[in-house]
């Protein structure tokens, strides 16, 4: 309740105990929803929804929110292609958990918006990786992670191997490293949310 | 087995085109045979001396003939033994081992797509490692290291 007066939201209410049902002011700033109580909040939010898309349009309201929580739910595909796989794993473990940052393997392309080509990528596999790449689903972001895809790393005048990921899909993160360890994984996907934050529609 | 067991069981039969046996260490022998004898020496190698396991096919560039060999493992003597041919660089090709031991096609895939040992009336003759329409056979001495670029361009019609 301390913070509940100290703010201009409460200023309004200075008398408002805990158990008021008085609704908060209509013109309540959007930014302050932050410090309603949790009855206030409902009200104050529908209008300021009401009056923002009444203002701006729909779009502009939603794509902030997608952004957001697009941003915060990255999905990447599990599938693992050479040694980089391993610390893959590892990041997902117990020990540096990417899930307390939303990002969990999934199984299928159609349910992820994250590739991270974890490992060396030969052409034979070439046109399965661009197979995966197109089965999924708008918005999608790629990592490439480690040398070998990012550049071929020490096979990078094999017979056999891309040059690059980025040969074959448009790759929005390089991850340095022979494998990168498990902390450089977390920093590019933590620099990918950076990137998607940024994004201008 | 010792390599004389194998010249006498050998040799009577293949005639001329039995080219010698060796010592080979870890193996019975080494067995060099020609070409033209290579599904008798098959027979003969898996009915009568009983060596039902094919470990492994393999060819060599050695830049004017090429060598394929074949390791094959018997149970009962606990023992391998090795049959080596040579193949000239022009025409290179030798008939499969697949009617004897099917496990060949593999092998003989792999083969054919890298050191460009053609194998008759094999199966299935297709790329194994690389995508198919690559335009290389990559571990033969004259495959020389490209670009990455030209790879590209190469293997782009995949």
Not at chain 1, 95 to 106: Q, T
Not at chain 2, 1 to 16: N, W
Not at chain 2, 65 to 91: G, I, M, N
């Amino acid at each position: 309740m301390g913070h509940l007066t100290a703010t201009p939201a409460g200023t309004a209410h200075p008398a408002a105990p805990a158990g008021a049902s008085a609704v908060p002011d209509a013109a309540v700033p959007f930014l302050e929803i932050e410090v309603l109580r949790a009855k206030q909040f409902i009200p104050a939010a529908k209008e300021a929804l009401t009056s923002m898309i009444a203002e701006q349009g729909q779009s502009k309201l939603i794509r902030p929110v997608f952004n957001w929580a697009g941003r915060n739910s990255l999905f990447p595909l599990h599938w693992g292609l050479a040694c980089c796989a391993i610390e893959f794993a590892a990041a997902f473990g117990a020990r540096w958990d990417a899930e307390r940052f939303g990002v969990l393997p999934r199984s299928s392309p159609r349910q992820s918006d994250l590739l991270i080509v974890n490992g060396t990528v030969t052409w034979k596999v070439a046109h399965k990786l661009i197979t995966l790449y197109e089965q999924m689903p708008e918005p999608k972001w790629v990592i490439a992670m480690g040398n070998c895809a990012t550049g071929g790393g020490p096979f990078r005048t094999a017979y056999s191997v891309v040059p690059g990921v980025d040969k074959l899909v448009p790759v929005d993160v390089y991850i340095a490293g022979c494998p990168p360890r498990p902390e450089a994984l977390l920093d590019g996907i933590l620099h990918l949310e950076q990137l998607i934050r940024e994004r201008k529609e | 087995m010792q390599p004389d067991d194998l010249t006498q069981a050998i040799a009577p039969r293949l005639g001329s085109r039995c080219l010698g046996v060796e010592p080979f260490p870890g193996t019975a022998g080494r067995v060099r045979f020609d070409r033209s004898a290579a599904l008798d020496l098959f027979r003969i190698v898996h009915d009568d001396l009983g060596f039902h396991h094919l470990a492994m096919v393999g060819g060599i560039d050695w830049v004017r003939h090429r060598e394929v060999f074949y390791v094959l493992w018997s149970d009962p003597a606990k023992q391998y033994v090795l049959l080596s041919t040579e193949v000239p660089a022009e025409d290179p090709h030798v008939e499969s081992a697949t009617p004897v031991w099917p496990s060949a096609n593999w092998h003989e895939r792999e083969t054919w797509e890298l050191v460009g040992i053609t194998f008759d009336h094999h199966p299935d003759l297709r790329r194994l490692l690389t995508p198919d329409g690559y335009a290389f056979h990559p571990l033969l001495r004259s495959f020389k290291i490209h670009e990455p670029e030209d790879l590209e361009v190469k293997s782009r019609d995949v």
